[in-house]
């Protein structure tokens, strides 16, 4: 397949001061779309203008939510260079998202390419301050106009591009987290590890009652016992217990988070034991109560690590040591920024330079 590229006729203006960015609220002015049908395949690949899409009202997306994301970023290094950070990785979980939703998969080469290819000729949006990036939303949607539940036969695939601010304007602040014993986000046999929006739909309550008690993420429980932690929010969890990584095991319910392999990686090659095991919440809140638990945080795309400084869960909170952020913490944040910045060299080959 030949990716086209339309010209562009009307530029938007920038944001010239990037302290006023915030996460996904400015698009830059290009974006790259094919689309798909069970007849011709994948077809009429295109870098095209920013702007809206005409939607049937019976696009089977609509009612029966057959939709795919995925979220990675590109960095403007001390060079002026652009780099993306695993992007092989996001495009072939974007592909094992789609074979769980019934949806074709990309090929995964041209898919690279061409996303490559938009980010070139946006690389004036890439912003340059500290902490800020290119975030990359690739998206897939089922466009065919049926009222009737099976998958579709025609799709849209499409990727935008935002600038966004540093996620940690003042400096890193550990965050206070509420673990759900009502609500769940997902259950062995469903959509768990794919991402997918009706994962996130599904969030919204809860984390919609942690925000009005004064909580800042949402720690999932496992649906079957409501016993057994899994993740938070938009991030996989990660615990330093008895001097031990500690965290959730993927069985189809915990999203393959491409930091969390990268978090993994880096702590392995520090010498840490790693347990991918089920941690139950009353361990958790032992661990924290005898100080056995060291540190906890969250690993993701939009903020690479978050520190967590306390949990709630029920009628009791527990702060994890001084509810400062714990010195693996802070290193592991140091070592994935500098290499996606360029501060130091990639010796895992995660960074495809543009």
Known sequence: MKLEILPL??????????????????????????????????????????????????AMVLHYSQEIFEGLKAFRRADGSVALFRPKDNISRFNRSAER????????????????????????????SE???????????????????RPADQYLCYVILSPVGAYYKGGIAPVKIWISDHYVRAAHGGTGEAKTGGNYAASLMAAKEASENGYDQVLWLDAREKKYVEEVGSMNMVFLYDNKIVTSPLKGTVLDGITRRSVLQLVKDLGYQIEERALSVDEVMEGAQTGRLKEAFGSGTAVVISPVGSFCYQDSCVQ??????????????KELTDIQYGRQPDRYNWITEI
């Open 101 to 128: 939703m019934c949806m074709p998969e990309v090929d995964e080469e041209f898919f690279l390419e061409s996303l490559l290819e938009l980010i070139r000729l946006e690389a004036d949006w890439v912003p340059k």
């Open 320 to 333: 994890l040591g001084n509810g400062e952020p714990g010195e693996l913490t802070m290193k592991l944040y």
């Open 131 to 149: 902490g800020t990036s290119l975030y990359i939303r690739p998206t897939m949607i089922a466009s065919e106009a049926m009222l009737g539940v």
């Open 9 to 58: 006729t009307t530029a938007k203006e920038k944001i010239t001061d990037e302290s006023e960015l915030v996460f996904g609220k400015k698009f830059t002015d290009r974006m790259f779309v094919m689309e798909f049908d069970r007849k011709q395949g994948w077809h009429s690949a295109r870098i095209q203008p920013y702007g809206p899409f005409a939607l049937d009202p019976a």
